[in-house]
């Protein structure tokens, strides 16, 4: 069974960072592509990055473009999620997910496992 369990959240100044990690167990992490997500109060869950199996492709949404960095340790079996810059609209719980492909992917609907999220805070 995949579980994938998010860390690192909390509450953090304008212009300040943090760094998220997701550890994943259950099946061999290295083969699947990665993403990040979150969902703001009463807004839809919107995708933030995304890395591919080998961590060689990555993909952000543009407003996070220059800010935040994906990456990944395939030896930890974690994905990463540094966010530097932060804004109050960033405020949001953050979600990691998995897919049963090595290919990654910005859309919700091609991932089919994921965290219980972690709560980011941007204070103005």
């Known amino acids: 069974q995949v579980q994938l369990v998010e860390s690192g959240g909390g509450l953090v100044q304008a212009g300040g960072s943090l760094r998220l990690a997701c550890a994943a167990s259950g099946r061999t992490f290295s083969r699947y592509a990665m993403g990040w997500f979150r969902q703001a109060p009463g807004k839809e869950r919107e995708f933030v990055a995304t890395?591919?199996?080998?961590?060689?492709?990555?993909y952000y949404t543009d407003s996070v473009k220059g800010r935040f960095t994906i990456s990944r340790d395939n030896g930890k079996s974690t994905v990463y999620l540094q966010m530097n810059s932060l804004k109050p609209e960033d405020t949001a719980v953050y979600y990691c997910a998995t897919r049963t492909s090595g290919s990654a992917s910005s859309a919700t609907y091609d991932y089919d496992y994921w965290g219980q999220g972690t709560q980011v805070t941007v204070s103005s």
């Open positions: 890395i591919n199996w080998s961590g060689a492709s990555t």
